[in-house]
């Protein structure tokens, strides 16, 4: 009777084993569509709001595009030196590779005011603390991932690193902004974040 007890109980635990698998397997794959939910709708929201605009770019043959709304108005960031025009909410351009020889300059709108903002803050910052540092409202889910999307394309271009959730000036673009890289700061290629 033990024996036929002991080989139900092994059977037993042998399907928790597999259910719990499943479990864990069910809970990445949930995950990721979360996490592509949440993208889809921040990219929906971002092209509704370039639409109200008027600010989506014309196809290739529509003739004239029309210009993002340019906004002359600085970014209060304590120790950020902001220069040129700021866009708002329009449309801006993908930060490029980063590579010897450019600086913040060769970015646009948005990615330029993450990237400065990063680049004024005495160290590594969260999302949270950039969307604050920008103007934004923190509290509101929508404007810390539009910062959020933006940081994350600037740390796949070689311009931030991430480290833990939080963002710093990859070595590289720090150098060319003529600031001295600390003695951890990584280079472009190095960053795995």
């Not at 794959?29 to 709001?49: D, S």
């Not at 120790?79 to 590579?99: H, I, K, N, Q």
């Not at 003529?178 to 290629?189: H, Y």
Request: hydrophobic share 45%; net charge negative.
């Amino acid at each position: 009777m033990i024996a036929l007890l002991e080989v139900r109980e092994a059977r037993a635990r042998e399907d928790l084993e597999s259910w719990l698998e499943m479990l864990r397997e069910a809970e990445v794959q949930a995950e990721a569509a979360r996490q592509r939910l949440e993208h889809a709708r921040i990219a929906r929201e971002e092209v509704a709001l370039m639409f109200a605009e008027g600010t989506v770019p014309a196809r290739e043959g529509d003739g004239a595009s029309p210009a993002p709304t340019v906004v002359e108005e600085p970014v209060r960031v304590a120790g950020a030196v902001p220069t040129g025009p700021v866009l708002r909410e329009g449309y801006d351009a993908r930060p490029p590779v980063w590579r010897t020889g450019l600086g913040a300059d060769a970015l646009c709108g948005a990615y330029r005011q993450v990237f400065e903002t990063a680049l004024a803050a005495p160290g590594p910052v969260t999302v949270q603390e950039l969307t604050r540092a920008l103007g934004r409202d923190a509290a509101r889910l929508n404007e810390v991932e539009k910062v959020r999307h933006r940081a994350y394309a600037l740390q796949a271009r070689g311009w931030l690193l991430r480290e833990r959730g939080l963002f710093r000036p990859a070595a590289g673009p720090v150098a060319q902004a003529g600031i001295p890289a600390s003695a951890d700061a990584l280079s472009p290629a190095s960053a795995s974040g």
